[in-house]
């Protein structure tokens, strides 16, 4: 880790970085590929995002349609959605937090940018 003159092995440490980097990259393309949902109105709307916070899928229940009340409705669907946002950040933080600690909390690679 340390060569004779008491500097970091560049060699050693560009792997790391490299590893950190592929470890990165691999972690954004599984959240970018896993989905998770959100739902309100105790299940009436229900929306579906990728762990990179992407909307697929957005699901109605018939019972939460009121021709006379749509704000109501836009409320569940903002809701469902933030739901499922909080979700995606969730899985974020588990899947990228070790990652970005190792990064940037104090065991990063000194002189380089991330």
């Known amino acids: 880790m340390i060569s004779g003159g008491g500097q970091p ?4 440490l560009l ?12 972690a954004q393309e599984e959240l970018a590929r896993t989905e998770v949902e959100g739902q309100s109105g105790g299940g009436l709307v229900k929306a579906t995002v990728t762990g990179s916070g992407e909307l697929r899928a ?10 006379e009340d ?3 409705l836009a409320d569940l669907i903002v809701a469902a959605v933030q739901a ?7 899985l974020q933080e588990q899947k990228m937090g070790p990652l970005a600690q ?13």
């Open 58 to 67: 957005l699901v109605i229940d018939p019972k939460a349609v009121d021709p």
């Open 84 to 90: 499922a946002n909080e979700n995606a950040q969730a």
């Open 70 to 72: 749509t704000e109501t």
């Open 15 to 26: 792997q790391q970085a490299q590893k950190m980097q592929q470890d990165l990259a691999t």
């Open 102 to 114: 190792a990064l940037g909390g104090g065991s990063g690679i000194p002189g380089l940018p991330f």
């Open 9 to 12: 092995n560049m060699q050693q």
